[in-house]
């Protein structure tokens, strides 16, 4: 099976800094990577996705890129802003499912 | 606007009693997922259906059952729930390509 690690854990930045989350993948199959934002309370938000013939994806102040010969792929959120804090997870994968990663809890310092 | 609804949002119930969570769609997808998340874990799968009839099992699970009995509907049964069960429970859906998935509010459960 797919085993996904998610780094960091908890990322502490000020508000208008940059954050990057890094995920690394085990299966080569897999062709499908998405970052989702949970929210405290409510359910996981697909915020932006990526396959396999793409090497970077950007949607105004977010972007994903991936490695597909190092098995990883990142989040980028550039000009940070409160509304952003909440916990992110990745989960690669495809038509046969996605495992996600254990989350980054994102934390925007005023 | 097409949305995945979950119900009850919370629940507590006992040890040994049955439960079943309902999850309810509208985006008419075929593809439909549960989920629990725990501390420490994300989300672990344990049961998905392809369509109609279609119900296999995930990750983790042991202690539950699907059915699906129409496109809308997947609901998630405890059988004789167990304090280790108590968690927040989300359902999913995808479309076609099976890959994009998009989560219910959740459930959250205790089991006392």
């Known amino acids: 099976g797919e085993n996904v690690e998610q780094h960091p854990s908890t990322l502490s930045v000020q508000e208008g800094d940059s954050a990057v989350i890094k995920c690394t993948y085990s299966?080569?199959?897999?062709?499908?990577f998405p970052w989702y934002k949970q929210e405290l309370g409510k359910g996981p938000q697909l915020i932006i996705d990526i396959r396999s013939n793409v090497g970077e994806k950007k949607d105004q102040r977010i972007a994903v890129t991936l490695n597909k010969t190092a098995k990883h792929f990142s989040l980028h959120i550039t000009e940070t802003q409160p509304e952003d804090s909440a916990v992110y997870f990745c989960g690669p994968g495809g038509a046969d499912g996605l495992t996600f990663g254990k989350g980054t809890h994102l934390i925007i310092q005023p | 606007d097409a949305e995945i609804t979950q119900s009850p949002r919370h629940k507590i119930t006992e040890t040994g009693r049955q439960v079943t969570l309902a999850c309810h769609q509208t985006?008419?997808?075929?593809?439909m997922f549960w989920y629990r998340q725990d501390l420490g874990h994300g989300l672990r799968l344990i049961h998905y259906s392809y369509g109609v009839q279609d119900t296999n099992k995930g990750e983790v699970s042991d202690g539950y059952s699907v059915s699906r009995s129409n496109t809308e509907d997947l609901p998630l049964t405890l059988e004789s729930a167990a304090s280790s069960q108590t968690s927040v429970y989300f359902c999913a859906t995808a479309d076609r390509s099976r890959d994009t998935q998009y989560f219910g509010p959740g459930t959250r459960l205790t089991v006392l």
């Open positions: 299966d080569s199959a897999s062709n499908y």
């Open positions: 985006w008419n997808h075929n593809n």
